[in-house]
């Protein structure tokens, strides 16, 4: 072909529509590669083929043959005219029909009769819209009439509707049978749901319905791949299909749609055409898809309300069972439990329930319930503690359900406990945790099934939990409810049977709702008394109940401000005795919230605290005499030693006067002073219970004999004295002369009570003090020798009685007495380990009852009896005094009585004359407290010089004091105490000497 050839093919061969060049027999000579595109056909196929070759299966608009002579070329090429527009259909050779716009003109290139240049385009598109827009337009008016159905149907009418709506889309598809179809559990079976078929094919619909899913397996892979199932000529059963190799022949043609939900497939729409078989286009699976999706949204919708219709009857049922469950007899509970167990089984249709209790290790199932012919299994479950199965312990730990739908789900480590349940015909298993009130998991609550496997609904899951949960509960709060009643039968017995008042106050009614029986020691009200009254005003005093019920007030709204600190109070108040007592009491108070978390109630302990405030008084009243006896004990020794100095000083000097003469008397007016003074100070020390004492075995009875023939003569004739001994009094430990200065003191304040006229009485008895009453005599249980004396005289009133032991307080005119006669004898009593008593009613007496202690032994110590003459001696003493005035007083003293005195005034410088002495040296009279060496420890420095000589001790320190430098103040000591006479020194100096243990002269160097 020359060059301007080559371009016409190049534009002929690019042009968009079909050319076809037919010469004038008709025969096609000519084409381009449109033409092959739009005909479908390949150049083999074009050539020599002309208009009317039957072939071509050509179709008029209204589907009729297209005759070949009336094709638009064979009429150009037989008039000569050209033809336009002509609209004609073929089908091309894989049966798609296509539409085409033709036209045709001639073309005369060899003789006088013309060819025909044919152009045509592919109008297939625009010709299926403008045919198929009414078509839609019907289809979309039956949609939207099925949807107005489907959205105004009541839940009786919508079986009806949805099987209209199934008959209305198959014979609008000039179907016979449809059906809709959902899968079953485990996708092998499809159940049909609703079904449409015309009344003249009805027996080939029902042969449809024995198809299983599990025999066509290809048909379920389909239909869950979500793929469109057709079953015409053009689509037969697959190759490898059960029904293929069978041979079955086709019933009429199938179109089946999956049904989907929210992405997922469950179950399908298949329409049916028997009388007349036809092919399925895309058109129509759209439409039947469409239609399926309204169907399975409306499906849905019922399935939702039927659940929830469900669920609210099955939340019904537990709240019945609840409330049964609630109300029941103890007796009744496991029945009730079991109902219960058996309505949570029916829920989720499982064959078996159990509650699993969990309790440290200890795995236990208090209930169960099972289907007659499904074995219980508590026995099995026990085998398993909840410890030996981690995989479930940890979906429990974690408030998680254990789910299995399948034994297959079992994990590997649990293969022992699968085979079990397997064995005993269980096919899945849901166990369902169990909470306490603080969250910890107390269990769960399990089910079986055996007879209907599959997968546990999710939401139905979360039903059986919360009601369990709610079950469990109530079982929690019975047991609780049933510890309480049993714990407050024990705290009423507890409460009853305490000496405190317990009660509970209503806030917001203002009254009592609890009061203990112990109102009724502390007030001679009954409990349902007080209940009755007005509010606090029937427990507290008059002028206290204000004040407590502001209070209570105050701290309830700070509570619920955030403080609180402010729940718990005590408060020290007073309540009133029937008889019109006050009495004072120590109230704790704790507020309690009521129903709603709001603060209603107050708990609280009345507590009676007489006796603490008389043991408080009596405390006190011990520190400020303590007090005072560590002041008399801290001026007691220098006061001595001055005493000392004046009284011994007095006394040499009136030895050197005549007897008769003035300045003599004047000298013994001194001394008689300073002994005053000296008595003085010794009832100060007696009173602080720092007074050295001798105490030893003591027979009251024998004491006490001389001292009353002394009294009558001190107390006067006018007071008649009685003297009752107890003859089997036992021994007490005392010190006879304090003892004396006891019943001196007693019998002189009995005397001035009595106004000079009234009976004193004294008498002695044992006594055994009990561990109840101890405290209050401020005592150690045990035994004592009670002193008592008892004066008919004007008595003591209350205030005056608990001041009674204060040092210096008297009642007495002033001049007439120094306020330490009691205060005496309470710390002589204290000092010997005893203690004292006073009974004393205004106008009627007093009692003092005076406690010693009962003392071990059969040594009894002698009656004080009369002063010993001065005696005299020749041996050899070491005096060692630190005062110088002392030191000279005691020299010259002994000097006088005829001993050899060797004087020192540090216990350094009497080391040092022992050392250097050559001479006998028989005694060493010692201060006790000296700077650097004490009198002790200077005794044992000179044991290591000269054995075995003897020592006397002095000192005017307290008890206290001599006992930390190492005096130990017993019957055996040496003691001389300050102030003291120089008949009182000279009579210790000799009793050392003359003792028969004393050592022989030392001339030891």
Request: hydrophobic share 40%; glycine share 8%.
């Amino acid at each position: 072909m020359s060059a301007p050839s080559d371009l016409l093919r190049a534009i002929f061969d690019s042009m968009s529509e079909g050319v076809v060049y037919q010469d004038a027999d008709g025969r096609i000579c000519q084409w381009n590669a449109s033409a092959e595109r739009i005909l479908g056909l390949t150049a083999d196929q074009l050539t020599g083929r002309t208009s009317y070759d039957p072939r071509w299966c050509a179709i008029r608009e209204d589907g009729s043959p297209f005759p070949g002579e009336e094709h638009p070329s064979m009429v150009t090429i037989r008039t000569g005219h050209a033809v336009a527009g002509v609209l004609m259909g073929i089908r091309k050779p894989d049966g798609t029909l296509t539409w085409l716009s033709i036209s045709s003109r001639p073309v005369w290139l060899e003789g006088p009769r013309a060819g025909a240049l044919t152009t045509f385009i592919d109008v297939t598109e625009r010709e299926q819209i403008t045919r198929l827009l009414p078509e839609r337009r019907a289809f979309d008016a039956l949609l939207i009439r099925m949807l107005t159905r489907f959205v105004g149907a009541g839940p009786d009418e919508l079986d009806r509707i949805l099987t209209d709506a199934l008959g209305d889309v198959a014979r609008f598809l000039g179907a016979d049978h449809a059906h809709l179809a959902t899968f079953a559990v485990g996708y092998n079976r499809l159940d049909l749901v609703y079904e449409w078929s015309d009344p003249d094919v009805a027996p080939e619909a029902h042969r449809l319905r024995a198809a299983n899913l599990e025999t066509r397996p290809w048909l379920r892979d389909e239909m869950l791949a979500g793929r469109v199932v057709r079953l015409d000529p053009s689509h037969p059963y697959p190759s490898d299909s059960p029904e293929a190799r069978a041979g079955l022949p086709a019933v009429g043609t199938r179109l089946m749609v999956p049904l989907t939900l929210r992405g997922q497939v469950i179950g399908g729409v298949s329409i049916h055409a028997h009388r007349h078989p036809r092919p399925w286009t895309d058109d129509d699976v759209t439409r039947v898809t469409l239609v399926g999706n309204a169907m399975a949204t409306v499906l849905d919708r019922r399935a939702v309300l039927q659940d929830l219709e469900r669920r609210r009857a099955f939340d019904e049922q537990v709240s019945a069972l609840l409330v049964h469950l609630t109300v029941c007899s103890d007796a009744d509970v496991q029945q009730e439990v079991e109902r219960a167990l058996a309505e949570l089984a029916a829920f989720i249709s499982a064959d078996h329930a159990f509650v699993l209790s969990v309790l440290e290790a200890h795995v236990t199932i208090p209930y169960e319930w099972a289907k007659e012919e499904v074995p219980r299994l508590a026995g099995l479950i026990g085998r398993f503690p909840l410890t030996s199965r981690p995989w479930q312990a940890r979906q429990l730990q974690a408030l998680q359900p254990v789910v299995i739908d399948s034994l297959d789900d079992f994990p590997p480590e649990a293969a022992e406990e699968r085979a079990l349940l397997e064995r005993e015909g269980a096919r899945s298993l849901l166990m369902t945790p169990t909470t306490g009130q603080d969250g910890t998991v107390t269990g769960a609550v399990g089910f079986h099934r055996h007879d209907t496997p599959g997968p546990w609904n999710a939401q139905d899951v979360t039903s059986i939990r919360m009601a369990a949960n709610a079950i469990v509960t109530v079982l929690e709060r019975r047991r609780v409810e049933a510890e309480r009643l049993r714990s407050e039968a024990r705290y009423r017995l507890l409460a009853e049977g305490v000496a405190d008042d317990i009660w509970q106050y209503d806030l917001e009614a203002e009254r009592f709702t609890y009061v203990s029986p112990a109102v009724r020691r502390q007030r001679g009200l009954t409990p349902e008394d007080v209940m009755a009254g007005n509010g606090l005003d029937s427990m507290l005093a008059p002028e206290e109940a204000p004040v407590v019920a502001a209070s209570f007030r105050q701290r309830a709204e700070a509570v619920r401000g955030g403080d609180q600190s402010a729940r718990t109070a005590t408060y020290l108040t007073a309540v009133l005795h029937q008889n019109g007592t006050r009495i004072p009491v120590e109230i704790s108070t704790r507020l309690v919230d009521g129903p709603g978390g709001r603060v209603r109630f107050v708990h609280g302990v009345t507590r009676d605290i007489s006796e603490r405030i008389a043991l408080q008084a009596q405390l006190q009243q011990a520190q400020k005499m303590d007090a005072v006896g560590r002041l008399a004990g801290g001026v007691a020794h220098d006061f001595n030693n001055l005493l000392t100095v004046i009284v011994g000083n007095a006394e040499l000097a009136a030895a050197m006067l005549p007897r008769d003469s003035e300045p003599r008397r004047d000298i013994e007016e001194v001394i008689g002073a300073a002994r005053r003074a000296a008595g003085l100070t010794s009832q100060l020390l007696a009173f602080a219970r720092q007074q050295p004492s001798r105490a030893s075995l003591v027979d009251l009875n024998s004491t006490l004999e001389g001292m009353v023939k002394l009294l009558r003569r001190l107390i006067g004739e006018h007071i008649t004295l009685v003297w009752r001994p107890d003859a089997a009094a036992w021994p007490a430990l005392g010190d006879p002369v304090q003892v004396d200065q006891i019943v001196a003191n007693l019998a002189v304040n009995a005397r001035d009570a009595m106004g000079g006229a009234g009976v004193l009485t004294i008498s002695t008895s044992n006594s055994v003090v009990r561990a109840d009453t101890a405290a209050l005599r401020d005592l150690t249980p045990g035994d004592y020798v009670r002193l008592t004396v008892s004066d008919t005289g004007a008595g003591m009133s209350n205030e005056v009685r608990q001041r009674a032991f204060e040092p210096f307080f008297t009642t007495k005119e002033i001049g007439k007495g120094t306020g330490l006669g009691l205060s005496t004898v309470y710390g002589i009593a204290r000092q010997h380990g005893g203690s004292v008593e006073i009974e004393s009613t205004p106008g009627v007496g007093t009692t003092v009852h005076v406690y010693f202690p009962r003392a071990s032994g059969s040594s009894v110590a002698p009656a004080v009896g009369a002063a010993e003459r001065i005696a005299r001696g020749t041996e050899t003493i070491l005096l060692v005094e630190d005062k110088d005035q002392l030191r000279h007083l005691a020299d010259r003293a002994l000097t006088a009585l005829g001993y050899t005195v060797l004087t020192a005034e540090s216990a350094a410088m009497a080391l040092d004359l022992v050392a250097r002495h050559t001479g006998p040296l028989h005694l060493l009279l010692t201060d006790v407290v000296m700077p650097g060496m004490n009198g002790p420890q200077l005794r044992g420095a000179i044991e290591a010089l000269r054995p075995g000589m003897p020592t006397l001790f002095m000192s005017g320190h307290t008890t206290e004091v001599l006992q930390q430098s190492g005096i130990s103040m017993d019957a055996t000591m040496p003691f001389l105490q300050k102030p003291f006479t120089l008949e009182g020194l000279a009579s210790a100096v000799r009793r050392v000497l003359d003792a028969p243990t004393a050592a022989a002269p030392d001339a030891k160097v």
